[in-house]
C-alpha cells in the first residue's frame, strides 16, 4: 500500500517569512498533486508534478518533486494571511488510485 | 460554469437506513471517484471509475457500492450507514490524462446516529 506523509501537520508562521512543508511517498510515482483546502470549503488544485525535478511557481508557492528521494516540497515566500489553510499533496500509482497525505494547516499571523 | 455537483450537502440519517449521495460532472471527464475525509487521516478513496460500465475499489470501500451508468454520473450509495461512516464525502472527477488534477465537489457532510 502506497503511503504518503506530510510534515509538518501544523504550521503557524508569521507573515513576511519563508517556510517548507515536505511530503514523503512510499512506493514510486512520478507524478505528484498539490491541493488547497479552505476551512469548510472543497480542494483546488495547485500544482502537477510529472517528472523527476518538476518544479513549478504560482505566486508565493513553489512546489519541486525529487522523485527519486520520493520527495515533494512546497515552498511559501513571505507568507501572508491569504495564505492560512490545509495543504494536501497526493499520489498515485497507475493513474487511477490516489493517495492523500493528511495535510498540513497553515495558519499566517500578522 | 465547469463544476462537480454533490447532493446533499449535509445528511444526518440513522444506522441501517440506506441512502445516496449523487455526484455530477459537466466537464465531460472519464474518470470519477469518491473520497471520505476524516480528522487526521486526510483524504481516502473509497471508489473510482475510469468511464462507464467501469468502477473499481480504492483504499476504503466496504460498506459503499457505487455505479456509472452514464458518463457524468456517479452516485455513492450506502446501503446499510453504520456510525463509523460518519464522515466529509468528497467527489471528484478528472480527465483521464497523466497532466490532469481531480475537480473536486463542495463535499457532504453526513452524520449516523
Known amino acids: 500500500e502506497l503511503k504518503v506523509e506530510q510534515n509538518p501537520l501544523f504550521l503557524s508562521m508569521q507573515e513576511g517569512k519563508n517556510y517548507t512543508i515536505y511530503c514523503n511517498y512510499s512506493?514510486?510515482?512520478?507524478?505528484l498533486y498539490w491541493y488547497r483546502q479552505d476551512p469548510g470549503k472543497s480542494l483546488e488544485s495547485l500544482f502537477v508534478?510529472?517528472?523527476?525535478?518538476a518544479v513549478k511557481q504560482e505566486g508565493r508557492l513553489m512546489a519541486s518533486l525529487d522523485t527519486k528521494a520520493r520527495l515533494s516540497t512546497l515552498h511559501i515566500t513571505a507568507a501572508v494571511h491569504d495564505l492560512s489553510a490545509t495543504y494536501f499533496c497526493?499520489?498515485?500509482?497507475?493513474?487511477?488510485?490516489?493517495?492523500f497525505g493528511t495535510g498540513t494547516s497553515l495558519t499566517v499571523i500578522p | 460554469e465547469a463544476q462537480v455537483t454533490q447532493n446533499p450537502r449535509y445528511l444526518i440519517t440513522v444506522t441501517g437506513k440506506k441512502l445516496t449521495v449523487t455526484c455530477s460532472q459537466n466537464?465531460?471527464?472519464?474518470?470519477m471517484s469518491w473520497y471520505r475525509q476524516d480528522p487526521g487521516l486526510g483524504l481516502r478513496q473509497i471508489y473510482y471509475?475510469?468511464?462507464?460500465?467501469?468502477?473499481d475499489k480504492g483504499d476504503v470501500p466496504e460498506g459503499y457500492k457505487v455505479s456509472r451508468k452514464e458518463k457524468r454520473n456517479f452516485p455513492l450509495i450506502l446501503e446499510s450507514p453504520s456510525p463509523n461512516q460518519t464522515s466529509l464525502y468528497f467527489c471528484?472527477?478528472?480527465?483521464?490524462?497523466?497532466?490532469?488534477?481531480?475537480?473536486f465537489g463542495n463535499g457532504t457532510r453526513l452524520t449516523v446516529t
Open positions: 512506493t514510486t510515482s512520478d507524478r
Open positions: 466537464m465531460n471527464h472519464e474518470y
Open positions: 471509475s475510469m468511464n462507464v460500465e467501469v468502477t
Open positions: 497526493a499520489v498515485d500509482n497507475t493513474g487511477n488510485q490516489f493517495y
Open positions: 508534478l510529472l517528472s523527476n525535478g
Open positions: 471528484a472527477s478528472s480527465f483521464f490524462t497523466y497532466n490532469s488534477p481531480l475537480h
